[in-house]
């Protein structure tokens, strides 16, 4: 059995500790590990589209067998990108890590403190998990009932223009989910839309 970890996150992580890797963690591992990262998330280079595999060479090998057959090469301006950004200069790195981080605690003291909404802190990455559960089987203003996370986050769409993924798509049903890679104006206009949103709620409808 072989194990396929995904470390596109890796460089964005809050905690003192290095960022936990299943082939450092247990190095005996390291024949059954393929290890998947890219340069989307780190460098901000998601339309680059570059990624790359770490894993033992017969696994690779057959990787590349089976990639020349289905799709072309990454262009040479994209991959001359991703050497770059790879090999130069990495305090920007730690530096936008910084910027994520107050982001994110702003935007999470922020919706902890609107009734009906929790957060779960994140670890790493730049999306934040909202509990929604209380604001569940509620009523919007125009009599409809908020039946699940998805009903939620179409209230939000519907009377505030903030748009999220529903966590039921994430395997988190009650939750919804949002982006702070994005300015503090825009997610302090969005955490005031949301609030705005939770407080028309109501626990009856009026016919």
């Known amino acids: 059995m072989r194990v396929l970890t995904d470390e596109i996150y890796d460089e964005i992580w809050y905690r003192a500790e290095d960022t936990p890797s299943l082939a450092a963690v247990e190095p005996r591992l390291a024949d059954r590990v393929f290890l998947t990262n890219g340069v989307s ?4 280079m998601t ?3 570059i990624g790359y595999g770490v894993g033992p060479a017969n696994l690779v ?20 990108a991703a050497v770059a950004a790879l090999t130069g200069p ?4 730690r ?8 982001r994110r605690d702003a935007t999470v003291t922020f919706l902890d403190g609107v009734p009906r909404l929790s957060c779960t802190v994140p670890d790493g990455g730049f999306y934040l998990l909202v509990n ?5 089987g509620r009523f919007t203003p125009g009599g409809d009932r908020i039946r699940n996370d998805k ?13 999220v993924i529903h966590g039921a798509e994430y395997g988190a049903p009650g939750y919804f989910r949002i982006s702070f890679a994005t300015s503090t104006d825009v997610l302090t206009d969005a955490c005031e839309r949301i609030a705005a949103a939770c407080a028309e709620l109501s626990s009856v409808t009026y016919v």
């Open 41 to 44: 998330k780190t460098y901000a």
């Open 47 to 49: 339309g680059w589209r």
């Open 61 to 80: 090998t057959a990787i590349n067998t089976l990639q020349s057959q289905t799709s072309s090469c990454p262009s040479s301006v994209s991959q001359a």
């Open 90 to 93: 990495q305090d920007f790195v």
């Open 95 to 102: 530096e936008t890590v910084r910027v994520y981080r107050a």
């Open 132 to 136: 929604c559960r209380d604001a569940i």
């Open 151 to 163: 009903d939620f986050a179409r209230h939000l769409l519907d009377s505030r223009q903030v748009a």
